[in-house]
Protein backbone atom coordinates (compact mmCIF):
# COMPACT_ATOMS: atom_id res chain seq x y z
CA UNK A 1 0.00 0.00 0.00
CA UNK A 2 1.84 3.30 -1.00
CA UNK A 3 1.07 6.23 1.44
CA UNK A 4 -0.37 9.37 0.20
CA UNK A 5 -0.36 12.82 1.52
CA UNK A 6 -2.05 15.39 -0.06
CA UNK A 7 -1.17 19.15 -0.03
CA UNK A 8 -3.20 21.99 -1.85
CA UNK A 9 -5.42 25.33 -0.38
CA UNK A 10 -8.53 24.39 -2.72
CA UNK A 11 -10.82 21.79 -0.83
CA UNK A 12 -12.34 21.00 -4.30
CA UNK A 13 -9.01 19.69 -5.58
CA UNK A 14 -7.90 17.81 -2.45
CA UNK A 15 -11.34 16.19 -2.32
CA UNK A 16 -11.22 15.26 -5.94
CA UNK A 17 -7.84 13.80 -5.97
CA UNK A 18 -8.93 11.84 -2.85
CA UNK A 19 -11.46 10.13 -4.54
CA UNK A 20 -9.63 9.34 -7.91
CA UNK A 21 -7.01 7.71 -5.70
CA UNK A 22 -9.39 5.73 -3.21
CA UNK A 23 -10.37 4.07 -6.74
CA UNK A 24 -6.84 2.28 -6.81
CA UNK A 25 -6.64 -0.50 -4.05
CA UNK A 26 -2.37 0.31 -4.04
CA UNK A 27 -2.92 3.50 -2.63
CA UNK A 28 -4.10 4.89 0.70
CA UNK A 29 -4.63 8.57 1.15
CA UNK A 30 -3.73 9.49 4.56
CA UNK A 31 -4.05 13.16 5.42
CA UNK A 32 -4.86 16.33 3.94
CA UNK A 33 -3.01 19.77 4.29
CA UNK A 34 -4.54 22.59 3.14
CA UNK A 35 -0.69 24.92 3.31
CA UNK A 36 2.45 24.01 3.06
CA UNK A 37 3.81 23.95 6.92
CA UNK A 38 0.57 21.45 7.95
CA UNK A 39 1.97 19.36 5.44
CA UNK A 40 5.54 19.69 6.81
CA UNK A 41 3.35 19.14 10.32
CA UNK A 42 1.61 16.18 8.93
CA UNK A 43 4.62 13.95 7.61
CA UNK A 44 5.63 12.65 10.42
CA UNK A 45 2.46 12.00 11.77
CA UNK A 46 1.21 9.83 8.75
CA UNK A 47 4.09 8.90 7.32
CA UNK A 48 3.45 9.07 3.72
CA UNK A 49 5.56 7.59 1.20
CA UNK A 50 4.21 10.41 -1.57
CA UNK A 51 3.25 14.30 -1.03
CA UNK A 52 1.04 15.55 -3.59
CA UNK A 53 2.01 19.47 -3.23
CA UNK A 54 0.18 22.41 -4.94
CA UNK A 55 2.87 25.60 -5.37
CA UNK A 56 0.69 28.35 -4.78
CA UNK A 57 -0.83 28.46 -1.18
CA UNK A 58 -1.00 30.36 1.54
CA UNK A 59 1.29 30.66 4.68
CA UNK A 60 3.57 28.72 3.27
CA UNK A 61 4.07 27.64 -0.70
CA UNK A 62 5.06 24.20 -1.98
CA UNK A 63 8.53 25.02 -3.32
CA UNK A 64 9.19 26.04 0.39
CA UNK A 65 7.55 23.11 1.42
CA UNK A 66 9.07 20.89 -0.77
CA UNK A 67 12.75 21.92 0.06
CA UNK A 68 11.97 21.32 3.96
CA UNK A 69 10.06 17.97 3.41
CA UNK A 70 13.22 16.87 1.46
CA UNK A 71 15.74 18.09 3.97
CA UNK A 72 13.82 16.90 6.74
CA UNK A 73 12.25 13.74 5.09
CA UNK A 74 14.57 12.63 2.67
CA UNK A 75 12.64 9.52 1.76
CA UNK A 76 9.62 10.83 1.22
CA UNK A 77 8.91 11.62 -3.14
CA UNK A 78 6.96 15.13 -3.44
CA UNK A 79 4.93 15.05 -6.70
CA UNK A 80 4.30 18.62 -7.57
CA UNK A 81 0.68 19.57 -8.78
CA UNK A 82 0.78 22.58 -11.36
CA UNK A 83 -2.50 24.13 -12.78
CA UNK A 84 -0.78 25.59 -16.21
CA UNK A 85 1.42 24.30 -18.29
CA UNK A 86 4.41 27.18 -18.11
CA UNK A 87 4.29 27.73 -14.67
CA UNK A 88 7.67 29.01 -13.79
CA UNK A 89 7.54 27.64 -10.19
CA UNK A 90 7.91 24.58 -11.34
CA UNK A 91 12.02 24.21 -11.57
CA UNK A 92 12.25 26.14 -8.42
CA UNK A 93 10.27 23.04 -7.05
CA UNK A 94 12.64 20.45 -8.82
CA UNK A 95 15.45 22.51 -7.56
CA UNK A 96 14.19 21.76 -4.61
CA UNK A 97 13.83 18.29 -4.23
CA UNK A 98 10.70 17.55 -6.24
CA UNK A 99 10.58 14.28 -8.03
CA UNK A 100 8.71 15.18 -10.76
CA UNK A 101 4.93 17.53 -11.86
CA UNK A 102 1.90 17.09 -13.16
CA UNK A 103 -1.16 19.10 -14.47
CA UNK A 104 -4.01 18.97 -12.04
CA UNK A 105 -6.27 17.72 -14.88
CA UNK A 106 -4.11 15.38 -15.52
CA UNK A 107 -6.72 12.02 -16.05
CA UNK A 108 -7.33 9.41 -13.55
CA UNK A 109 -5.24 6.85 -15.01
CA UNK A 110 -2.15 8.69 -15.88
CA UNK A 111 -2.38 10.51 -12.01
CA UNK A 112 -2.46 6.66 -10.49
CA UNK A 113 0.21 5.88 -12.78
CA UNK A 114 2.79 9.10 -12.03
CA UNK A 115 1.92 8.59 -7.96
CA UNK A 116 2.39 5.07 -7.84
CA UNK A 117 6.28 5.44 -10.67
CA UNK A 118 7.31 8.06 -8.00
CA UNK A 119 6.63 5.97 -5.29
CA UNK A 120 8.70 3.64 -7.46
CA UNK A 121 11.67 5.81 -7.17
CA UNK A 122 10.87 7.35 -11.13
CA UNK A 123 11.28 10.91 -12.42
CA UNK A 124 7.82 11.69 -14.00
CA UNK A 125 7.97 14.43 -16.36
CA UNK A 126 4.32 15.57 -17.90
CA UNK A 127 5.12 16.33 -21.39
CA UNK A 128 2.40 19.08 -21.27
CA UNK A 129 4.32 21.03 -18.94
CA UNK A 130 7.96 19.86 -20.23
CA UNK A 131 8.40 21.79 -23.75
CA UNK A 132 6.72 25.37 -22.47
CA UNK A 133 8.68 24.96 -19.43
CA UNK A 134 12.35 24.17 -21.11
CA UNK A 135 11.31 26.22 -23.60
CA UNK A 136 10.92 29.37 -21.12
CA UNK A 137 13.63 28.29 -18.79
CA UNK A 138 16.32 28.36 -21.94
CA UNK A 139 14.52 31.47 -23.02
CA UNK A 140 17.37 34.14 -22.44
CA UNK A 141 19.99 31.55 -20.93
CA UNK A 142 23.45 30.99 -22.27
CA UNK A 143 23.79 28.43 -25.12
CA UNK A 144 24.56 24.83 -23.59
CA UNK A 145 29.02 24.79 -22.68
CA UNK A 146 29.46 21.72 -25.39
CA UNK A 147 32.01 20.91 -23.27
CA UNK A 148 29.18 19.67 -20.73
CA UNK A 149 27.50 17.04 -23.74
CA UNK A 150 30.97 15.91 -24.66
CA UNK A 151 32.02 15.16 -21.17
CA UNK A 152 29.24 12.61 -21.61
CA UNK A 153 30.37 8.93 -22.33
CA UNK A 154 27.81 7.47 -25.43
CA UNK A 155 27.04 4.75 -22.83
CA UNK A 156 26.23 7.15 -20.27
CA UNK A 157 24.08 9.05 -22.66
CA UNK A 158 22.35 5.94 -23.03
CA UNK A 159 21.75 5.94 -19.20
CA UNK A 160 20.70 9.49 -19.24
CA UNK A 161 18.21 9.59 -21.86
CA UNK A 162 16.51 6.74 -20.27
CA UNK A 163 16.43 7.99 -16.92
CA UNK A 164 14.82 11.21 -18.06
CA UNK A 165 12.00 8.98 -19.58
CA UNK A 166 11.50 7.65 -16.18
CA UNK A 167 13.11 4.64 -15.81
CA UNK A 168 14.74 3.05 -12.75
CA UNK A 169 17.66 1.69 -12.65
CA UNK A 170 16.27 -2.17 -12.45
CA UNK A 171 14.56 -0.75 -15.58
CA UNK A 172 17.72 0.80 -17.05
CA UNK A 173 19.77 -2.68 -16.58
CA UNK A 174 17.04 -4.76 -18.03
CA UNK A 175 16.67 -2.95 -21.28
CA UNK A 176 20.39 -2.32 -21.31
CA UNK A 177 21.65 -5.73 -20.85
CA UNK A 178 23.71 -4.31 -17.55
CA UNK A 179 23.63 -5.13 -14.07
CA UNK A 180 22.26 -2.64 -11.70
CA UNK A 181 25.64 -2.20 -10.23
CA UNK A 182 27.03 -0.88 -13.21
CA UNK A 183 24.25 1.43 -13.69
CA UNK A 184 23.94 2.97 -10.35
CA UNK A 185 27.67 3.84 -11.17
CA UNK A 186 27.03 5.57 -14.44
CA UNK A 187 24.07 7.54 -12.78
CA UNK A 188 26.49 8.65 -9.86
CA UNK A 189 29.08 9.07 -12.95
CA UNK A 190 26.55 11.35 -14.92
CA UNK A 191 25.46 13.37 -11.59
CA UNK A 192 29.09 14.31 -11.16
CA UNK A 193 29.71 15.28 -14.66
CA UNK A 194 26.07 17.32 -14.80
CA UNK A 195 26.45 18.62 -11.31
CA UNK A 196 23.07 17.65 -10.05
CA UNK A 197 22.18 15.23 -7.15
CA UNK A 198 19.23 13.63 -7.80
CA UNK A 199 17.62 11.96 -11.08
CA UNK A 200 14.87 14.99 -11.57
CA UNK A 201 17.64 17.87 -12.26
CA UNK A 202 19.34 15.11 -13.99
CA UNK A 203 16.88 14.89 -16.43
CA UNK A 204 15.46 18.33 -16.30
CA UNK A 205 18.88 19.11 -17.77
CA UNK A 206 18.89 16.36 -20.10
CA UNK A 207 15.52 17.63 -21.60
CA UNK A 208 16.34 21.34 -21.51
CA UNK A 209 20.05 20.58 -23.61
CA UNK A 210 18.34 18.13 -26.02
CA UNK A 211 20.02 15.32 -24.26
CA UNK A 212 17.27 13.48 -24.17
CA UNK A 213 13.44 13.38 -25.10
CA UNK A 214 10.28 12.36 -23.84
CA UNK A 215 9.47 9.74 -25.86
CA UNK A 216 9.72 6.35 -25.31
CA UNK A 217 12.25 5.43 -28.02
Same mark, same amino acid.
Given at each position: =?????????? %?????????? /??????????????????????????? !????? =?? /??? !?? =?????? %??????????? #????? %?????????????????????????????????????????THVDPNVAGK +?????????? !? +???????? /? %?? #????? /? #??????????????????????? #?????SIFAKLG?????????????????? +????
Amino acid at each position: =MIRVLICDDQ %TIVSEGLRVI /LSTDAELEVVGIASDGAEALDLVPQVK !PEVVL =MD /LKM !PV =MNGIQA %TRLIKEQYPAV #RVLVL %TTYDADEWVFDAIRGGAAGYLLKDTPRDELIAAVKGTAAGQTHVDPNVAGK +LFAQISHGAS !P +LDTSLAES /L %TE #REREV /L #RLLAQGLNNTDIAKRLYLSEGTV #RNYVSSIFAKLGVSDRTQAAVIALRYGLAD +LGGN
